[in-house]
């Protein structure tokens, strides 16, 4: 049971453009949401996570948006720089839950 | 170290062998959790240790998982009897706690069944 779904398996973006990654989940008890960025052989590490109070939320170059009444959360990244592609996970999770849903990942190859 | 490091980080093992794999959360950390990424698919949750509460073993695939954490530190998890379609990495995480904090992801244990 897939709760947590990123549809595009890849991306490919030019250098200094904007890169537009997409999540949509199922469960309406999630209300805390993150993503993890995977460089190969290396395990994900955190890159930005919102909460179900706010619809925004910026850090740098990422900003996640979050649309509760659609269970959709995207995240930007603009510029998009070289050393940014990478596998994108989503991960959800329920503010009394300890476990992370992750979608199946979004591989974003940046070309020069 | 300052992060989660699991051991080894490949392991190439023949169908039917037990295998253990190891790893080290970072130090403070109460939360450790096992998730695992076969080809091509997201992380699937496998099991989650809180301090010395009981822990939450509900995403082991079959009785031939297991795992165990000593207190706060170490955790191994264990495979016997393997099988093909146990072909994985196996990632270890940690966290401050249970909630609203970020995991902090090893690098992996890439396990393949020959």
């Known amino acids: 049971d897939q709760q947590v779904k990123q549809n595009s398996p890849s991306l490919s973006v030019q250098e200094g453009r904007i890169s537009i990654l997409n999540c949509d989940y199922t469960?309406?008890?999630?209300?805390?949401f993150l993503w993890y960025k995977k460089y190969p052989a290396e395990g994900p590490t955190f890159l930005i996570s919102?909460?179900?109070?706010?619809d925004k939320n910026e850090d740098g170059r990422f900003t996640v948006f979050l649309n509760k009444s659609a269970k959709h959360l995207s995240l930007h990244i603009v510029p998009s720089q070289p050393g940014d592609s990478a596998v994108y996970f989503c991960?959800?999770?329920?503010?009394?839950?300890?476990?992370?849903?992750f979608g199946a990942g979004t591989t974003v190859t940046v070309r020069a | 170290g300052a992060g989660v490091s699991q051991s080894p980080s490949n392991k190439v093992t023949e169908k039917g062998k037990d295998v253990e794999l190891r790893c080290d959360p970072i130090?403070?950390?109460?939360?450790l959790y096992w998730y695992r990424q076969r080809l091509g698919q997201g992380l699937e949750f496998l099991i989650y240790?809180?301090?010395?509460?009981?822990?939450?073993k509900s995403g082991l695939p079959s009785d031939r998982f297991s795992a165990e954490r000593t207190g706060e530190s170490v955790s191994t998890l264990t495979i016997q009897r393997t099988q093909q379609e146990d072909s994985a990495v196996y990632l270890c995480?940690?966290?401050?706690?249970?909630?609203?904090?970020?995991?902090?992801f090893g690098n992996g244990t890439r396990l393949t069944v020959t």
């Open positions: 995480a940690s966290s401050l706690s249970q909630g609203g904090s970020p995991l902090h």
């Open positions: 469960n309406s008890m999630f209300d805390y």
């Open positions: 919102i909460s179900s109070i706010k």
């Open positions: 991960a959800a999770s329920g503010s009394n839950d300890y476990k992370l849903s």
């Open positions: 130090s403070g950390h109460t939360a």
């Open positions: 240790f809180q301090g010395n509460s009981a822990p939450d």
